[in-house]
Every structure is written in C-alpha cells, then in structure tokens.
C-alpha cells in the first residue's frame, strides 16, 4: 500500500526564536517555503491569545504565499475566530489553552463545551474551513467531537511521547482503540504534539492516520541539519506508515 500520511509542519518555533529578539528574522514565510520545497503537505501554526510566539500578520502572510495547506490552531475565543474567518485557512484545529502553559496541554475538553464549540464549528465549517479537534483518544470526546460536526479530530500524542513503560503502552492502547473509535464515526483521523525522530515508531501503529502534525523535533533538529532536510528527515521516518489499517 502506498503511504498517505501526510506532514504538518508546526512552525511556531521559528516565531519563537524572532520574538525572543524582537528581530524580523528568522523569517516564518521562509521557514515555511523550506518546509515546502522539502515536501511537507501542511504548514500549522497556533495564533495563540498572548501572542508569544505567531503574530496575526505572520498567518495573512502564510495564506498569501503557501501552495500547500494552511492549518490554523486556535482556541474557542471570539477575537481569534473573526480572524480565522477573515483569513480563511484550509483548516482549523481548535485547542484548548491556557496563559501559563507552556504547550498545549492536553486534548480540548468538547463533551463538556458541546454549544461553545459547536458554534464555532459551525461558524468555520459554513465560511469553508475544514475543522479539527484536538483531543484526547477519549471515547466520549471522540463521540462528542462527531457529536458537534467535526470531520477532524487531531488525537493528541502528547501525553504518549511523555510517558514510558506500562504507562506509554497503554496510552499507546488509547490511541490505536481512539483512531478506530474516531475512524467508525466516519471522521478524518489526524494525530500530534511531541511526536520526535525516537518515539515515531509506535505511534505509526494506530490506523486510519491521515496527518501527523509535528512541531518542536523538527524545528530544533533543523539546528544541526537545516529545515529542508529536518522535514525530509521525518517525512523518511512517516514513508513506514503502512496505511490505513483498521483494528
Ligand atoms: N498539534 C497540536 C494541536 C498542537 O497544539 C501542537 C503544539 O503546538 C502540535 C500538534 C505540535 O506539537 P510539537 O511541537 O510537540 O510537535
């Protein structure tokens, strides 16, 4: 079988060491470019309340210059929402976030916020964005995500890259069981957060993966080996994804 997986490069990182400066380098529309010419199929970035890292021009400048996907992650807050719905990306993940973090922690809680984040679902999917959830491989999130129309859910493997031993076996459990679980509620099967060049492996295990969204690895291992070849480098590792097997 052909490999389908695809990469999503997160580049908030390469907006990360900018602001640390309040320089205009490193350039985000050259980073993405890179990312681009290396093959990636997607670029994300996470236009976060506080602003830290991703700017609101850097994602107009994104969708003027990409040919490949722009995936924009944002939480269930109205002033980020007009702006997606100004900027049209091809897609949306909607997060959960908090000031203090210092990532994404965690899947978004949509069982307990099915209006709220409903609505926004709603909002994006009718102005033509393809919207995602980021979750965790929680049966009733997943039911819940299906619930409020998502055709996306991002299953977040953050909590797997952390883990080891038993405690990462089972989470890696949860997550084949939340792929199929996501798969037979007929949604597009997408996963990320902490995925590296060391812990990719078992993660290829779950089914029905579409996209890997992979941020912080690539953009620190492009220190040593350059962007394109960062990309190129993960991308090798996704060619053993043996496709879209199911349980
Ligand atoms: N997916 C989501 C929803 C995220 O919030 C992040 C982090 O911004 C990623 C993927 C990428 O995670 P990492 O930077 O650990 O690869």
Redesign the pocket.
């Known amino acids: 079988m052909s490999n389908k997986l695809e990469l999503g490069v997160?580049i908030?990182h390469v907006a990360t060491v900018r602001q640390a400066r309040g320089t205009c380098y490193p350039s985000i529309v050259e980073a993405a470019a890179c990312c681009e010419a290396a093959g990636a199929h997607g670029i994300?970035v996470?236009l976060r309340e506080d602003r830290r890292h991703i700017q609101d021009q850097d994602v107009y400048d994104l969708k003027s210059m990409l040919n490949i996907r722009l995936n924009l992650?944002m939480a269930v807050n109205p002033e980020i929402v007009d702006i997606a719905l100004d900027i049209l990306p091809e897609e949306a993940?909607i997060?959960p976030e908090k000031r203090e973090e210092l990532?994404?922690e965690g899947g978004l809680d949509v069982a307990g916020q099915k209006d709220e984040v409903g609505h926004v679902v709603q909002k994006l999917t009718d102005a033509g964005v393809e919207v995602s959830l980021?979750v965790d491989p929680d049966p009733e999130q997943l039911e819940a995500s299906a619930a409020v129309g998502a055709k996306v859910v991002?299953l977040h493997t953050g909590t797997f890259c952390d883990a080891s031993g038993k405690a990462a076996s089972e989470e890696l459990e949860r997550l084949i069981k939340g792929a199929q679980i996501a798969h037979n509620l007929g949604m597009i099967v997408n996963a990320?957060?902490?995925?590296n060049l060391d812990n990719i492996e078992p993660v290829l295990k779950m089914p029905w993966l579409n996209t890997l969204?992979?941020?912080?690895?690539i953009i620190a291992q492009a220190l040593f080996v350059g962007l394109e070849q960062s990309v190129r480098d993960m991308m090798a590792r996704m060619g053993q994804y043996n496709g879209c097997v199911g349980l």
Request: glycine share 16%; with cysteine.
């Open positions: 997160n908030d994300t996470h992650e993940c997060v990532t994404t980021f991002e990320g957060h902490g995925i969204n992979i941020g912080h690895s």
